[in-house]
């Protein structure tokens, strides 16, 4: 069992991944949530839950109308990297959310972090290991050597469960899931097997 507790944890966009961010702190990180950062380039970090869906609540009906390349890195962006943020990764034991966003202000090295994320390739996993990434867990199984998001897998599981959207409810996900044995996918970057005990314990 992994002990989060304590662990000081990067959220780039808690907004958009608000299951990773919600869980993050009900484990007790010591959550950074990049939202106003990373999407708006506001350099201020948010640190609760409760100001980020305020946030939230705020700023969504105005931001919706920008175009979405204003808020998110499109197209070539995507391939560009710029260290800005550099500060934000080495000063957490956790890096998580939008891989987009994470793989675009990712520093040249990030020995001992693990990396919680979706829609990395076989590329992105050697980039990390390269990075000196410790752990990659990406919260959909690996399929055809890639991680889809969790997107692609809800279509997936309401295409199996033939019922509309509004009519599926969580306790018809968790049987799908059950039944497929669909898990996290857990990647050891720096090492041939698995190790003992807890890589939180690692991370610094």
Not at 147 to 152: A, H, K, M
Request: charge should be positive.
């Amino acid at each position: 069992k992994w002990e989060f507790k304590g662990k000081r944890a990067l959220v780039v966009a808690g907004v958009d991944r608000f299951g990773i961010a919600e869980a993050l702190w009900d484990a007790g990180c010591k959550t950074t949530y990049g939202d106003l950062i990373f999407a708006l380039g506001i350099p201020i970090p948010i640190h609760k839950l409760s100001t980020l869906r305020f946030i939230a609540y705020s700023l969504l009906p105005l931001l919706s109308q920008l175009p979405f390349k204003y808020l998110y890195p499109t197209g070539k962006k995507q391939d560009t990297v710029d260290t800005k943020y550099e500060y934000y990764y080495k000063h957490n034991d956790i890096i998580a959310g939008d891989f987009h966003f994470i793989r675009k202000y990712m520093p040249p090295k990030l020995p001992n972090k693990i990396i919680i994320t979706n829609t990395v390739t076989k590329d992105d996993l050697e980039l990390l290991r390269e990075r000196g990434v410790r752990v990659l867990v990406t919260t959909t199984p690996e399929l055809d050597g890639r991680s889809f998001g969790t997107n692609v897998l809800e279509g997936v599981l309401i295409s199996l469960l033939a019922k509309k959207v509004d009519e599926v409810k969580p306790e018809d996900y968790n049987r799908v899931l059950e039944k497929m044995q669909l898990k996290p996918r857990i990647v050891y970057l720096q090492e041939e097997k698995k190790p003992l005990g807890d890589p939180l314990s690692l991370a610094k």
